[in-house]
């Protein structure tokens, strides 16, 4: 009976450790090549030999992995134009914006926005202390979202897939890594904004200085103002812009913007944001769209300006719309001002000042091993990454096997221990 009982017991409580164990004992490679949605993104990742030798000595990281849909989606996305000239540092950022340091499992996620850090921290493509950041959250189905630059969404359609060095989830978009304020506002219909940052000669400071979080009031705001805004001095503008840009040291994510925050702004008086009635206020105003992600930081859209001819007025979350605190009239027709500030030809992703490689440089494969040099060797013969179809072997490489973890380790003894008794 007793042997019975522990043999029972034996099987119940070691069975599904061992499985995980072994699940977990996959090195990246092996767990790539086991995943046929994963072809197109073993195939990338491999031509970029250095990136793909660090992410093997690595652990505990999270890696985003596009599947195969995700590459279909390319050229019909911003990164379209860089990834079909193949422009190699700009790809090579992307591809950075997919690692997060850290276990980031999807039951982590919860309904609150998380903003985590990724491995893109190049001063080409970002202005963020300690990497560029990707938003995380739980929404109803349950269903896990990651948010990036240009208000992209992608989803969570494979989680938590293990291997030695942390976990891979399989998303079916690729992130993009964010732009800077001046590229993304057309997107959102900011274009107001865009265009009087230009004129009150605030779009350097804006577009390239470190950690800022903007609240940037939508195109409305601007329009029942335009008379009054186009009219008023230089230094009067530029005093109400900088009212609505926060230069801290830390970049001011929802999730860092508790209720009661107070934050210093360009011209030295606070903010205060408000958390009620489900809802984010930044003094008077509402915050209407949160969390859109710059190259430099984070931009807020609230309903209406900030003024800094009174910054103790406080939110009140009955009106669905508190009454615009400056006064003054539009333009004739209603126009939206400043538009024709708005530089014309602003493309995201600068393609045209990045050169095409056509061949990963041999310097770069030397940093690998052996090994991973015939990955970066064998992927470059190939075609370019963003056509399909090419999935011959000779393409897969045997990454330098991982130790037996200690997760397995420790179950494998544990589960010894039961069986001998
Ligand atoms: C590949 O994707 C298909 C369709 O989304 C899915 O049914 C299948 O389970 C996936 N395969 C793996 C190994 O995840
Ligand atoms: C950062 O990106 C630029 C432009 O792509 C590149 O020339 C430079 O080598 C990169 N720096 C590092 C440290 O990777
Ligand atoms: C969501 O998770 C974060 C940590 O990941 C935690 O700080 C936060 O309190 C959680 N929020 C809710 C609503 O559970
Ligand atoms: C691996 O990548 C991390 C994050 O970008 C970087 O800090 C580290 O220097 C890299 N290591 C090697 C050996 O390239
Ligand atoms: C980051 O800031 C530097 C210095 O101001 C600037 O040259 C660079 O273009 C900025 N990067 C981005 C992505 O805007
Ligand atoms: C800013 O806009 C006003 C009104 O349109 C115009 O008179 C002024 O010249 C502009 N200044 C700059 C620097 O563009
Ligand atoms: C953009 O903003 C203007 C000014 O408020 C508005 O008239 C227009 O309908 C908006 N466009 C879109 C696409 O939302
Ligand atoms: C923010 O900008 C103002 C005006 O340029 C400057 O005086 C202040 O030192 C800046 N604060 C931070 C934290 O950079
Ligand atoms: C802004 O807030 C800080 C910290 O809460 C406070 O020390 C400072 O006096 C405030 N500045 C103004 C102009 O109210
Ligand atoms: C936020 O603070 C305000 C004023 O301090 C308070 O009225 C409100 O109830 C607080 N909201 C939450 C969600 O605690
Ligand atoms: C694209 O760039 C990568 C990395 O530099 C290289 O491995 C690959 O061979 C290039 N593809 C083409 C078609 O030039």
């Given at each position: 009976?007793?042997?019975i009982l522990?043999a029972?017991?034996?099987?119940?409580?070691?069975f599904p450790?061992v499985?995980?164990?072994?699940?977990?004992?996959?090195?990246?490679?092996?767990?790539?090549q086991?995943n046929?949605?994963l072809s197109?993104?073993?195939t990338?990742?491999?031509s970029y030999g250095?990136?793909?030798a660090?992410?093997?000595f690595?652990?505990?990281?999270t890696i985003?992995?596009?599947?195969n849909?995700?590459?279909n989606?390319?050229?019909?996305?911003s990164?379209?134009?860089?990834?079909?000239?193949n422009?190699?540092?700009?790809v090579?950022?992307?591809?950075?914006?997919?690692?997060?340091p850290?276990l980031?499992?999807s039951?982590?996620y919860?309904?609150s926005?998380?903003?985590?850090?990724?491995w893109?921290?190049?001063g080409?493509?970002?202005n963020?202390?300690?990497?560029?950041?990707?938003?995380?959250?739980q929404?109803s189905?349950?269903?896990?979202?990651?948010t990036s630059g240009?208000?992209?969404?992608s989803?969570?359609?494979t989680?938590d897939?293990?291997?030695?060095g942390?976990?891979?989830?399989v998303?079916?978009?690729f992130?993009i890594?964010?732009?800077t304020?001046i590229?993304?506002?057309?997107?959102?219909?900011l274009?107001?904004a865009?265009?009087?940052?230009?004129?009150a000669s605030?779009?350097?400071y804006?577009?390239?200085?470190?950690?800022l979080?903007l609240?940037?009031?939508q195109n409305?705001?601007?329009q029942?103002?335009?008379?009054?805004?186009e009219s008023m001095?230089?230094?009067q503008?530029?005093?109400?812009l900088?009212?609505?840009?926060?230069n801290?040291?830390?970049v001011?994510?929802?999730?860092?913007?508790?209720?009661?925050?107070?934050l210093?702004t360009r011209?030295g008086?606070?903010l205060t944001?408000?958390?009620?009635?489900?809802?984010?206020?930044?003094?008077?105003?509402?915050?209407l769209q949160?969390?859109?992600?710059l190259?430099?930081?984070?931009m807020?859209v609230i309903?209406?300006?900030?003024?800094?001819n009174a910054p103790s007025?406080?939110a009140n979350p009955e009106?669905?719309?508190?009454p615009p605190?400056?006064?003054?009239?539009?333009?004739?027709d209603?126009?939206?001002?400043f538009?024709?500030?708005?530089?014309t030809?602003?493309?995201?992703?600068?393609?045209?000042?990045?050169?095409?490689?056509?061949?990963?440089?041999?310097s770069?494969?030397g940093?690998g091993?052996s090994?991973?040099?015939?990955a970066?060797?064998?992927?470059?013969s190939?075609?370019?990454h963003?056509?399909?179809?090419?999935?011959?072997s000779?393409?897969r490489v045997?990454a330098p096997r991982?130790?037996?973890?200690?997760?397995?380790g420790?179950?494998g003894?544990f589960?010894?221990?039961?069986?001998?008794?």
């Amino acid at each position: 009976m007793p042997v019975i009982l522990s043999a029972a017991l034996f099987a119940l409580l070691c069975f599904p450790f061992v499985a995980i164990a072994q699940q977990s004992t996959k090195d990246l490679t092996q767990l790539l090549q086991s995943n046929q949605n994963l072809s197109e993104f073993t195939t990338l990742l491999t031509s970029y030999g250095d990136i793909y030798a660090n992410l093997s000595f690595q652990s505990g990281l999270t890696i985003l992995a596009p599947n195969n849909d995700a590459f279909n989606k390319i050229p019909y996305s911003s990164l379209g134009p860089a990834f079909e000239a193949n422009q190699s540092q700009i790809v090579r950022s992307v591809l950075q914006y997919h690692i997060l340091p850290g276990l980031h499992p999807s039951k982590s996620y919860n309904g609150s926005f998380s903003f985590d850090r990724t491995w893109l921290q190049n001063g080409s493509y970002t202005n963020v202390s300690a990497g560029q950041v990707v938003g995380g959250v739980q929404q109803s189905g349950p269903v896990n979202i990651f948010t990036s630059g240009m208000g992209s969404r992608s989803t969570l359609v494979t989680p938590d897939l293990q291997f030695t060095g942390g976990i891979v989830h399989v998303i079916d978009t690729f992130l993009i890594p964010p732009q800077t304020f001046i590229q993304t506002v057309p997107q959102f219909n900011l274009t107001a904004a865009g265009g009087a940052v230009e004129n009150a000669s605030l779009a350097d400071y804006v577009n390239t200085h470190k950690d800022l979080t903007l609240f940037v009031p939508q195109n409305a705001a601007f329009q029942v103002l335009g008379g009054t805004l186009e009219s008023m001095p230089a230094s009067q503008l530029q005093r109400i812009l900088d009212y609505h840009i926060v230069n801290s040291s830390t970049v001011g994510y929802s999730s860092s913007l508790p209720n009661g925050t107070v934050l210093r702004t360009r011209n030295g008086q606070n903010l205060t944001i408000t958390f009620a009635s489900n809802s984010l206020f930044v003094n008077q105003a509402r915050v209407l769209q949160q969390d859109l992600l710059l190259a430099n930081g984070v931009m807020h859209v609230i309903d209406n300006f900030l003024d800094p001819n009174a910054p103790s007025v406080t939110a009140n979350p009955e009106v669905a719309t508190a009454p615009p605190l400056i006064q003054g009239t539009s333009l004739s027709d209603n126009l939206v001002p400043f538009t024709s500030y708005l530089p014309t030809s602003v493309t995201s992703f600068d393609t045209a000042s990045a050169t095409p490689t056509s061949s990963f440089g041999a310097s770069d494969i030397g940093k690998g091993t052996s090994a991973f040099a015939s990955a970066a060797a064998s992927a470059s013969s190939s075609s370019t990454h963003t056509s399909s179809k090419k999935k011959s072997s000779a393409e897969r490489v045997e990454a330098p096997r991982m130790a037996v973890t200690v997760a397995g380790g420790f179950f494998g003894t544990f589960c010894w221990v039961m069986g001998a008794l």
